[in-house]
């Protein structure tokens, strides 16, 4: 296309490999930068390369952080037996935001498994950091209880089983194995829930 | 949020000022870089400051562009006696996509105001290329027609109007001013078509 730079040409297609972003906002975002200041635009050149250099993997929950151990699980206000396995450092966001337990939120620390077990994507247990997980069960002292948070799809189930199979297997009789609640999201419609969510909302009713 | 590397959230709050990125698209977008090699993330740096060091604005027609005067503009099968007065860069791209003239295109030229009136944004006639657009209508020889070409909402509209009289006012006879036309867009549902749509679809209606 003539009517485009080059370098905005090759701009839009850096960010068009971004996750959710198509051509038309990839190229929003190339000409915001184009009207943006040269300072917004250098911060962010340079951030880019920061992320690269400052962050790397917890040793022990293979988090995304500056300083190993993390800051979750160098705290010692949290309850180091309660471990949820989650699947993307995303999801630790997540539950981080939460709250802590004095909060009603969560008070345990995390394990990022970095993915899930995905034959489409020959992605295989051995890609993912479940012998790490077992081998820190392995060291922990106390009773604990270990809350597998993968994913409520088809390849989170799949690889929430494969972690319960290997967990019994090394039958860690003080190991308590639990899975998040599953039922209908809040402020949900009834009228367009799944079959499955809705079976799994009647299976699991508590009682008022 | 402890769980958050600071330079990952400091990477999230520069991606959140892009046009239409989210809290969670810009985590997503964080992240991305995370997981990404680090050629992807030093080349995504360099290009942004490239596209700031090596894009200007074309001396006629205020494109963006590596060279001035642009392709469009240095371009001798193009008509220059067809200027097309759009609001953004983003929009020649638009058009150019369309073709040339002898594919059925435009085949003219283009003028970037570089925004639209709106008192709203206090953006006046005067922060547009509106007197640089007047300047280069008179200093055109032969006929011309001026196709204005902002956007089909209220802001655009008006802009249109208030250039249509400048024009006017410096009754220059040989300039014939025309609009882009009107109805309803290829594959639109009438059902869910608005008001308006539908009254210039209606007014504009053609013979078969």
């Known amino acids: 296309m003539s009517a485009l730079p080059q370098v905005v040409q090759k701009l839009i297609e850096e960010f068009e490999k971004l996750p959710g972003v198509g051509p038309k906002s990839a ?20 951030l880019i390369l920061d992320v690269k250099n400052k962050v790397k993997s917890c040793e022990i929950c293979y988090n995304f952080t500056e300083n190993s151990p993390c800051s979750i699980c160098s705290d010692p206000g949290r309850n180091q037996n309660l471990l949820m396995v989650v699947e993307e450092p995303l999801d630790v966001v997540a539950f981080d935001r939460v709250g802590i337990k004095e909060e009603g ?23 993912l950091r479940i012998s790490e997980l077992i081998k820190r069960i392995e060291g922990m002292q106390d009773c604990v209880e270990i809350i597998i948070a993968t994913n ?13 199979e290997e967990i ?11 899975r998040l609640a599953r039922g209908l999201p809040t402020g949900a419609d009834l009228e367009y829930a799944d079959y499955t969510t809705l079976r799994r909302a009647i299976e699991g009713r508590t009682e008022l």
Do not use: C, Q
């Open 168 to 178: 019994k297997n090394r039958v860690l009789e003080r190991v308590k194995i639990t």
């Open 27 to 46: 190229a929003r975002m190339a000409y915001h930068y184009l009207r943006a200041s040269r300072e917004s635009a250098e911060r962010l050149s340079a």
């Open 152 to 164: 409520p799809n088809l390849e989170g189930e799949a690889t929430a089983m494969y972690i319960y």
């Open 105 to 127: 939120g969560f008070g345990g620390v995390f394990h990022v498994l970095g993915g899930v077990i995905s034959p489409v994507n020959s992605v295989g247990p051995e890609d």
